[in-house]
């Protein structure tokens, strides 16, 4: 089972700090030698919005005023049950620091 976990930032929040990356890279290397990682990154906070309406394609550079949050990082893994999900994204969020995390199943 796939699953996509993302860990949201909001508009106040500081920058992470070295221990984070460090901490990271570390959980990183351990999920990959486990063969559960599939990709993972840091995204960049300002990013693009793409919108249809009617027929019509817009596209829009950030940052987005209407948004509060945007995604700080994700990781794609692979997981055998439910169980070894909620234990990799604890690890996930415990890592990222205050704030919310966000889990999608993803279909193939």
């Given at each position: 089972?796939?699953?996509?976990?993302m860990?949201m930032r909001?508009?106040?929040?500081?920058?992470p700090?070295?221990?984070?990356f460090?901490?990271m890279?570390k959980?990183?290397?351990?999920?990959s030698a486990a063969?559960i990682?599939?990709?993972t990154g840091?995204?960049d906070?300002?990013g693009?919005?793409?919108?249809a309406?009617?027929?019509e394609i817009?596209v829009?550079d950030g940052?987005?005023?209407e948004a509060?949050?945007t995604?700080?990082?994700?990781?794609?893994i692979?997981?055998?049950?439910?169980?070894e999900?909620?234990?990799?994204s604890?690890?996930?969020?415990?890592?990222?620091?205050d704030?919310?995390g966000?889990?999608?199943?993803?279909?193939?």
């Open positions: 089972m796939r699953y996509l976990m860990a909001t508009e106040n929040e500081t920058p700090d070295e221990a984070l460090v901490e890279d959980f990183v290397k351990e999920l063969g990682l599939v990709a840091g995204l906070p300002v693009m919005q793409v919108v309406k009617d027929g817009t829009t940052p987005y005023t509060k949050e995604v700080g990082g994700f990781a794609l692979d997981v055998r049950s439910v169980e999900l909620h234990e990799v604890r690890r996930f969020i415990a890592i990222t620091g704030g919310v966000r889990i999608h199943q993803v279909f193939s």
